[in-house]
């Protein structure tokens, strides 16, 4: 390959983050043919037709409150998870929701190329999301009637702070649900929600 063929190849994206603080970084790497990634001394390949199985989610943490997780499991492979977030010190973590969302949407275009069929989805599964939408939703009913008896009794402060408590409480809970509602998908059609842009 001489040199103008070099600099026309296109570069394998690579994506890196630290899942921990202590722990190791993840390098996570696309080649023509195979996921390659790197965690600490560990090192291995999955080819794109070997993925069985990719999960999507939402899962915010206490200071990252838009963290998008992908799930990747091979046979002969480590679950290999690629996350939004990255640590940077005990206070403080990374949003890396573009390079994040860019990796993963490249990653499910070389597997569906390959002619691999894994399973993809999208969100909680289906026995962990429908009972707690059950109880939230049970919530917001509560709080809705504690609004409803302070406002017959005309106690205006009180009905003021569980009026504020359940919009909280409903936007940030509310998103969780709202984004991780159990879905199946095919390898060339990710999601969008769960593709983030920065």
């Given at each position: 390959?001489?040199?103008?063929?070099?600099?026309?190849?296109?570069?394998?994206?690579?994506?890196?983050?630290?899942?921990?603080?202590?722990?190791?970084?993840?390098?996570?790497?696309?080649?023509?043919?195979?996921?390659?990634?790197?965690?600490?001394?560990?090192?291995?390949?999955?080819?794109?037709?070997?993925?069985?199985?990719?999960?999507?989610?939402?899962?915010?943490?206490?200071?990252q409150t838009r963290r998008?997780?992908?799930?990747?499991?091979?046979?002969?492979?480590?679950?290999?998870?690629?996350?939004?977030?990255?640590?940077?010190?005990?206070?403080?973590?990374?949003?890396?929701?573009?390079?994040?969302?860019?990796?993963?949407?490249?990653?499910?275009?070389?597997?569906?190329?390959?002619?691999?069929?894994?399973?993809?989805?999208?969100?909680?599964?289906?026995?962990?999301?429908?009972?707690?939408?059950?109880?939230?939703?049970?919530?917001?009913?509560?709080?809705?009637?504690?609004?409803?008896?302070?406002?017959?009794?005309?106690?205006?402060?009180?009905?003021?702070?569980?009026?504020?408590?359940?919009?909280?409480?409903?936007?940030?809970?509310?998103?969780?649900?709202?984004?991780?509602?159990?879905?199946?998908?095919?390898?060339?059609?990710?999601?969008?929600?769960?593709?983030?842009?920065?």
């Amino acid at each position: 390959m001489n040199d103008s063929e070099q600099a026309q190849a296109p570069a394998e994206p690579v994506y890196s983050y630290k899942p921990s603080l202590m722990g190791a970084p993840w390098l996570l790497r696309l080649t023509p043919d195979h996921l390659a990634w790197e965690i600490g001394r560990r090192t291995g390949t999955v080819p794109y037709r070997d993925i069985a199985r990719i999960r999507m989610s939402f899962k915010p943490v206490t200071m990252q409150t838009r963290r998008y997780l992908t799930e990747i499991w091979a046979p002969g492979a480590p679950k290999i998870v690629v996350s939004s977030a990255s640590w940077k010190s005990m206070v403080e973590q990374a949003s890396l929701v573009g390079p994040y969302s860019e990796f993963v949407a490249q990653l499910h275009a070389r597997i569906a190329a390959s002619g691999g069929k894994p399973r993809c989805e999208g969100g909680l599964h289906p026995f962990l999301y429908w009972p707690g939408a059950i109880v939230f939703g049970t919530l917001l009913l509560g709080l809705a009637a504690l609004i409803a008896r302070a406002a017959q009794e005309a106690s205006w402060p009180a009905m003021l702070f569980v009026l504020g408590f359940m919009a909280l409480f409903s936007w940030q809970i509310g998103n969780f649900f709202r984004f991780n509602r159990p879905i199946r998908y095919q390898a060339d059609a990710p999601p969008q929600n769960l593709l983030p842009r920065a």
